[in-house]
């Protein structure tokens, strides 16, 4: 069982370009969070996608945006790079409708803007 | 925002000892996760703790919560050089399923 994979690992890119980072989730998961980490930071809250919905959101400009398909794999894009969205951008699934929820992580995409 | 405040930020035992890292956070929970974290790469659960109960078990990991003074701490005992990596707790509030996690505590452990 394949659990939650993120794609790519690694990548630069110039400011004021777009990027795209995509997260497939654990089987049987429905619900999809993104996170930032800057280094030496703990990760912070995006927003989560349920049902190809957003149905919470950070304190994240609207430069960043997402989507969830019917297969529950979604896309982080961030417009108009800054230098300081560089960061390791975790993905995380879980089952929403349940007591509680264990996120699963995949193992992040390194982005570097120079 | 960080929720919470891990400390202390770094800790080097030797091979063997104990460790022990606490978490505080600000608001009510409903439940708090504790997550570790090799080389910057992905975070790995290691366990729950709802906010219901005051201590839980896994394996060498021993998790507290103390509600009344919003604070958490993780026990690992007898160490070993793979738990050598960063901790972070997270919370999850009542009725926002978002993790709100803790700016981490760097463990090092000496062989």
């Known amino acids: 069982d394949a659990g939650v994979t993120q794609s790519p690992t690694h990548l630069i890119k110039t400011r004021g370009q777009q990027v795209t980072l995509r997260c497939s989730p654990k089987?049987?998961?429905?619900?999809v969070s993104w996170y930032q980490q800057a280094l030496g930071q703990g990760p912070q809250f995006i927003f989560q996608?349920?049902?190809?919905?957003?149905?919470q959101r950070g304190n994240f400009p609207d430069r960043f945006s997402g989507h969830q398909f019917p297969n529950y794999s979604s896309e982080l894009n961030v417009n108009a790079l800054l230098l300081g969205d560089s960061a390791l951008y975790l993905c995380?699934?879980?089952?929403?409708?349940?007591?509680?929820?264990?996120?699963?992580f995949g193992q992040g995409t390194r982005l570097t803007v120079v | 925002s960080q929720q919470g405040e891990e400390d202390p930020q770094a800790l080097s035992i030797q091979e063997g000892e104990n460790a022990t890292m606490n978490c505080s956070y600000k608001?009510?929970?409903?439940?708090l996760q504790w997550y570790r974290q090799n080389s910057g790469r992905g975070l790995v659960h290691l366990i729950l703790?709802?906010?219901?109960?005051r201590e839980k078990h896994s394996g060498r990991l021993r998790v507290t919560l103390d509600t009344s003074k919003k604070s958490s701490s993780l026990l690992i005992t007898a160490s070993r050089a793979a738990d050598t990596a960063s901790y972070f707790c997270?919370?999850?509030?009542?009725?926002?399923?978002?993790?709100?996690f803790g700016t981490g505590t760097r463990l090092t452990i000496i062989p």
């Open positions: 995380a699934s879980s089952l929403l409708d349940r007591d509680f929820r264990e996120a699963f």
């Open positions: 608001t009510s929970i409903n439940n």
């Open positions: 703790i709802r906010s219901n109960e």
């Open positions: 089987s049987g998961h429905d619900t």
């Open positions: 997270a919370t999850e509030n009542f009725g926002n399923e978002k993790l709100t």
């Open positions: 996608y349920y049902e190809e919905e957003e149905r």
